[in-house]
């Protein structure tokens, strides 16, 4: 029997803080996937610094529900925006899936806060709504991240094994090996280097990485920070964007500091190697990480093998993630797994995910 294929809009505010992105695709929520416009709306200053001032919380407060409320008005004009530039209308659309944004991820107590009002999105689209992807997961033991790897699957038909490394706020990884799935974070990812960059007023990213080029990094520093615990730990194992901070480097140059933190990110992902049930061929990178020149050259020469943005297989990398939560809200609505021991070490393979019906049905 043919399965019915869903048209689904996904979205995704990531760690980085930089924005919305949101992706149309055609999926079945299993081996088909057709993907389609996608767009990135940035945040405005205001919106981003008030959601730094909101990380870590696990209360709602009145200045909480004031961020809540920009953000979801923020995803409502993405949708907006996505359809208009590309004369979709909403009934054509049959699910949202809305990730919201990470606050606070604390899987070892159980919790995990996603922020955004689904119920406003729902109405305001006119579009039902899947959204608590996480909930599920992390209250039957599990990480709660990463959530991807199953969209990577779907896209990926390799033999051999192959990583996809993910470098956004948060860096994380699947190893894949056919049916093989298993994924955790690696450690910090972009988060602690843009952070450094807007401390010191200079800009919101490394661009390119030609801050870090110029400087030297810190063995010392490098060393200690990838000695912790977490980068041995065996997975399932996932981070809180603010399980590192920038006290190490605090006393360092500029330059030295942002070739420093680069350096760390390196380090963890070369450390992921030593979990992985067989070496991989090749590293396909997404998230904006893989834009950084100099950051992608330190990964060939430390990983000894091919690296390459995800591009390059046809995928996306603007849009990968937001295309996963729309893959995934179908896979909800089929009552389908969104996560599983190997990925984020829940018990059993594991649906989830919260509907919200738009008064449009």
């Not at 981003?48 to 919380?57: F, H, I, W, Y």
């Not at 699910?95 to 305001?124: C, N, S, Y």
């Not at 470098?167 to 450094?196: K, S």
Request: proline residues 4%; aromatic residues 6%.
């Amino acid at each position: 029997m043919t399965k019915r294929v869903y048209t689904a809009i996904g979205l995704m505010s990531g760690t980085s803080l930089d924005g919305v992105d949101a992706a149309i695709i055609r999926t079945d929520g299993e081996q088909f996937v057709e993907t389609g416009a996608w767009t990135t709306h940035p945040y405005p200053e205001l919106l981003r610094d008030g959601l730094r001032t909101v990380l870590g919380q696990k209360e709602r407060t009145s200045a909480l529900a004031d961020v809540e409320h920009r953000l979801t008005v923020h995803h409502i004009d993405t949708v907006s925006k996505l359809l208009e530039e590309n004369r979709v209308t909403n009934s054509k659309i049959d699910i949202i899936g809305f990730h919201g944004h990470t606050v606070t991820h604390l899987p070892k107590q159980r919790f995990t806060w996603q922020i955004g009002d689904a119920e406003m999105l729902a109405e305001a689209c006119g579009i039902d709504v899947v959204t608590d992807f996480r909930l599920a997961d992390v209250a039957a033991g599990g990480q709660g991240a990463p959530f991807a790897p199953l969209y990577h699957r779907a896209l990926l038909d390799s033999a051999e094994p192959v990583a996809i490394l993910n470098l956004g706020g948060v860096a994380n990884v699947t190893w894949i090996e056919g049916d093989r799935l298993i994924a955790f974070d690696t450690g910090p990812g972009n988060a602690l280097i843009d952070d450094w960059v807007a401390r010191h007023n200079r800009g919101r990213f490394d661009e390119s990485g030609d801050f870090a080029r110029i400087g030297t990094v810190d063995r010392r520093i490098v060393e200690a920070t990838l000695a912790k615990p977490y980068f041995g730990a065996s997975p399932p194992k996932s981070l809180d964007r603010q399980d590192f901070d920038l006290s190490g480097v605090d006393a360092l140059s500029f330059e030295d500091g942002a070739a420093t933190l680069t350096a760390i990110t390196v380090g963890g992902v070369q450390a992921a190697r030593a979990h992985f049930p067989a070496s991989v061929t090749r590293w396909l990178v997404t998230g904006g990480g893989r834009l950084n020149a100099y950051m992608m050259a330190c990964l060939v020469e430390g990983l000894g093998v091919a690296v390459a943005p995800v591009e390059e297989a046809g995928w996306q990398g603007d849009a990968l993630e937001a295309q996963a939560f729309g893959y995934l809200a179908v896979r909800s609505l089929r009552g389908l797994p969104l996560s599983l021991p190997s990925t984020t070490g829940v018990p059993k393979a594991l649906t989830g995910g919260r509907r919200i019906r738009s008064v449009a049905t």
